[in-house]
């Protein structure tokens, strides 16, 4: 490789690595914790013990959770439904409007065995509310997010021009090697290309995915504007359905999973909100692993 091209990978490897330091560290900062937010949020749990009840006891049809949401909140429509994996537990979002602003719905928790809610969630409480939003977008919502996936790309230049910058530096030295004899700066720059190398593939996992997730709601629009489009297109023009009107959730569930053998239900969409159409229930489906 000739000397200047070399400098000009010296040249991107170090400002890309330069304006992308401070944000990343914050994301390793707010990123540790989260890693362990389950184990941390059930040291500081308040949440009321569920009702004693034999471990067989059948869950409930989920019309009836439904309508124990809105029941607590007279004058609001169901947006999601999701399940919790630990606990016989089904979370209702309700709202008065289908799209939201944050902080304008409700989060119900309710008992699968006896459709009696088990507590409010909210999502903007607590340390481990504000750890996340910093780590997901600053406080900035949507530019926020755009943001942090700029420095993310940023830190992926970084990654491949420390690669390609690896090869010209390193070729006199041993893999690892570290010049202990020599003056503190040499030691540190050993040392610096070391961990960088053995890393690269786990950090470049870790930006490339996290350049994907601060896209996720550029990409939520082109699959509606494309893909739900299509298939929702024999009900163009047509307006919206009024809540009334919606079928039950639990004949949209059994319907899903009839067309998905072997799966287990993560997450409902209702009618009207962003991952679903105006007429249609959106239902998520997860493969139940094999034991």
């Not at 010296?10 to 992308?20: A, G, N, P, Q, R």
């Not at 119900?108 to 409480?125: F, H, Q, S, Y």
């Not at 919206?240 to 009839?258: E, K, T």
């Amino acid at each position: 490789m000739r000397t200047a091209t070399v400098r000009t990978w010296c040249w991107v490897h170090k400002w890309t690595s330069l304006v992308c330091t401070v944000f990343l560290l914050m994301l390793c900062l707010t990123g540790l914790p989260l890693i362990f937010h389950d184990e941390i949020d059930a040291a500081f749990d308040d949440r009321p013990p569920l009702a004693a009840l034999p471990k067989d006891a059948p869950d409930l049809p989920l019309d009836a959770f439904v309508r124990t949401a809105v029941a607590m909140y007279p004058g609001e429509r169901p947006l999601f439904m999701s399940f919790d994996d630990d606990r016989p537990v089904t979370n209702v979002t309700t709202a008065k409007v289908a799209q939201p602003g944050r902080g304008d719905l409700h989060i119900t928790a309710i008992d699968r065995r006896t459709a009696k809610p088990v507590g409010a969630l909210d999502e903007d409480a607590g340390i481990m509310a504000v750890i996340l939003r910093l780590h997901v977008d600053m406080f900035a919502g949507l530019p926020g997010k755009l943001f942090l996936g700029f420095m993310g790309l940023l830190f992926c230049a970084s990654i491949v021009s420390g690669i390609v910058v690896y090869a010209p530096f390193m070729r006199k030295l041993a893999f690892g090697d570290i010049r202990t004899n020599r003056s503190r700066r040499v030691r540190w720059l050993d040392l610096h290309n070391l961990l960088g190398i053995a890393t690269a593939m786990w950090v470049g996992v870790v930006g490339l995915t996290g350049v994907v997730n601060t896209l996720s709601e550029t990409l939520t629009a082109v699959w509606r504007a494309d893909q739900l489009a299509a298939l929702t297109r024999p009900y163009e023009g047509q307006p919206p359905l009024p809540v009334a009107a919606w079928g039950s959730v639990d004949r949209a569930m059994r319907a899903a999973r009839a067309a998905a053998p072997g799966t287990e239900p993560q997450f409902v969409a209702f009618p009207g909100t962003r991952f679903s159409s105006e007429h249609h229930y959106a239902v998520w489906l997860a493969i139940v692993a094999q034991a």
